[in-house]
């Protein structure tokens, strides 16, 4: 039998990729996205799968319509990837963002106790619940401190994830991923706002790339490798939490250099702090650092131990960092030459 798999989050980066190789693995996929949203499936054209996904209208914030949905659909699987994702935004959204991140998963668990209780269930955690870290590197054991209301929420369904685990003994996982990009990463997040807009000055912008903390150190990895390792989670013969790192850490300014490289740019530093700015040998100002861009409260680190799941469920990053920041920077160096960039 044909398995069916639910894809909440279908638009965005992870949805769009974990569709991918559930296709491939033979799976009917059901990707279901908030009509009030951006209904925009581009990275399913992207990617070649619009046409083998069946589309769900879903909302996180309505318990009556994540009922019908799952009940209408059937699926042995849900992987619930739909969220408020902009760790910025949920300073300005904090209530917003907590009933969908946090409550939402919650209403999710009820109808899978409601409708089938042996549906398999993937909540996306984050490495944000770390926040202000307690250990370095940070482990499925290493205590939580988030620093957002995006963090906050997102560890509310983490341990709710966890009591009905316990409770009602449904196989319901949580994967703690660490900082994954990709070609298709929004560009409202830091990685892609930077090979975007790197890649628009090099066709004629002048308008500088405009930044915060360029001191901040992440885990970065590939959306495509992580998406596997929420499959293989899922798949697992006992539901439990997973890490998912790379076990490497980088600055913003690391990525912004070696975007920069691939882009044609070399950077000359000038300044210190807020007030600090880069320019290419020409003079031209490339990037320009903005004290508005830094978080009321900053996560500096984040660095993943992703010990269990390599050892067991055999999970492991194939995409180095420079490859990783090489394949953004000339996915958007060829957009930005079709006249095709979206920011």
């Known amino acids: 039998?044909?398995?069916?798999?639910?894809?909440?989050?279908?638009?965005?980066?992870?949805?769009?990729?974990?569709?991918?190789?559930?296709?491939?693995?033979?799976?009917?996929?059901?990707?279901?996205?908030?009509?009030?949203?951006?209904?925009?499936?581009?990275?399913?054209d992207y990617l070649g799968i619009a046409d083998q996904v069946k589309r769900v209208p879903f909302d996180l914030l309505e318990p009556s319509n994540i009922l019908r949905a799952i009940d209408k659909v059937r699926p042995q699987e849900i992987y619930n990837l739909a969220a408020q994702s902009f760790v910025a935004l949920s300073f300005e959204q904090p209530i917003y963002t907590t009933d969908a991140d946090a409550i939402g998963p919650l209403r999710i668990l009820e109808a899978i106790r409601t409708v089938d209780p042996s549906i398999r269930f993937y909540q996306a955690s984050t490495s944000e619940m770390f926040g202000k870290v307690q250990e370095t590197p940070q482990k499925?054991?290493?205590?939580?401190?988030?620093?957002?209301?995006?963090?906050?929420?997102?560890?509310?369904?983490?341990?709710?994830?966890?009591?009905?685990?316990e409770s009602y003994n449904l196989h319901a996982t949580s994967g703690i991923?660490?900082?994954?990009?990709?070609?298709?990463?929004g560009t409202e997040f830091v990685t892609r706002k930077i090979t975007s807009h790197l890649a628009l000055i090099k066709h004629g912008r002048t308008t500088p790339l405009e930044l915060g903390n360029l001191d901040a150190h992440r885990d970065w990895g590939f959306a495509g490798d992580y998406v596997e390792g929420m499959i293989q989670m899922v798949q697992a013969d006992q539901a439990d939490d997973f890490v998912l790192s790379t076990g490497e850490m980088h600055t913003v300014r690391e990525f912004v250099i070696r975007a920069a490289e691939v882009a044609g740019f070399r950077l000359h530093w000038e300044g210190e702090g807020?007030?600090?700015?880069?320019?290419?040998?020409a003079g031209n100002t490339i990037v320009q650092i903005k004290s508005e861009f830094y978080r009321p409260a900053e996560v500096d680190t984040l660095l993943g131990d992703s010990t269990k799941a390599r050892t067991q469920l055999g999970w492991k990053p194939t995409t180095t960092f420079q490859e990783l920041v090489e394949m953004m920077m000339i996915a958007d160096l060829d957009r930005a030459a079709k006249g095709i960039l979206r920011v």
């Open 140 to 165: 499925e054991s290493t205590p939580f401190y988030p620093r957002s209301p995006y963090g906050v929420a997102k560890l509310y369904a983490h341990w709710i994830t966890v009591n009905y685990r």
């Open 177 to 185: 991923l660490f900082n994954h990009e990709s070609p298709l990463r």
């Open 274 to 281: 807020a007030s600090e700015f880069a320019k290419d040998d």
């Open 1 to 44: 039998m044909t398995k069916r798999a639910l894809v909440t989050g279908v638009t965005g980066q992870d949805g769009a990729y974990l569709c991918k190789r559930l296709i491939e693995r033979g799976y009917e996929v059901h990707g279901a996205y908030r009509r009030s949203a951006s209904s925009d499936f581009w990275r399913l």
